[in-house]
């Protein structure tokens, strides 16, 4: 059987070190190039990699000379564990120019030519591969996984779903950086403590909580608020104060939408504004006003 050559892109870190481990002595690939910053080039890898793993680096791997990612790698695949900003420089360029490129890296995972691809999971997911070339006249191709959390629940939930079939879940994610990405995607989400009970406040205390984001100057901002019962089927444009406030979208049963002068409040939206920094304690009163205003 015929080996196939890889490439590790990025070796001297944690993930690059774990593509190494598995990779060592493997009967289906012939590991020929390690990549590295232009800083390392050139040099042994055992010599500038400090090895994070219980096992003793494999004597081969410590003698390869590591090179700097380019598109003539010698090597047919490559497993990329670069940092985002090379990942974008240079995943794209290796797949153009004919490498099959399997990525742990986010750079690529929303393309919508882009599998996210779990082996025991979705393995057919692969023949999109054919769009994607056709779509961007490679030769090569990229594929993704997808983040930790996504991967671990998949691995778990899938053959239940096969087997019984799964309308909805309930997940609770540890990380509050990442509930709040599913939050803007509309996934309704549990997660820590802290994102949790922040959640809770923006509700009960909408006039206490920080803005969601301000620009550098500290004068703009934007801010999510509760739709407050008196403001239920009432036009939300009442709720605008041009040059103030002004409210630029609605989330309404998880899905978000720009509004227009007719929306009409439902209760439970949760509504997003455009604010001046100075005028939050006017926009609050705003929405106490409800029917009154």
Known sequence: MRKRKVAVLGATGTVGQRFISLLADHPWFELSAVTTSDRNAGKRYGDVTPWHFGEDMPAAIADMKLETTRPDLDAEICFSALPSEAAEQWEAALAKAGHHVFSNVKTHRMDED?????????????????????????????????????????????????????????????????????????????????????????????????????????????????????????????????????????????????????FVGQEGDVLTFTAATDALDALTERLAAGKDH
Not at 127 to 135: G, H, P
Not at 183 to 203: E, F, K
């Open 114 to 262: 882009v599998p996210l691809i779990i082996a025991e999971v979705n393995p057919e997911h692969a023949n999109a591969l054919d769009v994607q070339r056709k779509k961007r006249g490679w030769t090569g191709s990229i594929v993704t996984n997808g983040n930790c959390s996504a991967i671990t629940f998949s691995l778990a939930a899938a053959p239940l779903h096969r087997a019984f079939g799964i309308e909805r879940v309930v997940a609770r994610i540890y990380d509050p950086r990442r509930a709040l990405i599913y939050q803007r995607l509309g996934i309704p989400t549990v997660a820590t403590v802290s994102w949790t009970t922040d959640q809770v406040l923006r509700r009960l205390l909408p006039g206490e909580v920080k803005a969601d984001w301000s620009d550098p100057s500290g004068k703009i901002c934007v801010v999510e608020r509760g739709l407050p019962v008196g403001w239920a089927g009432k036009k939300l444009a009442g709720l605008n104060e041009p040059g103030r406030f002004w409210l630029t979208a609605v989330t309404r049963l998880g899905t978000a939408r720009i509004v227009d002068t007719g």
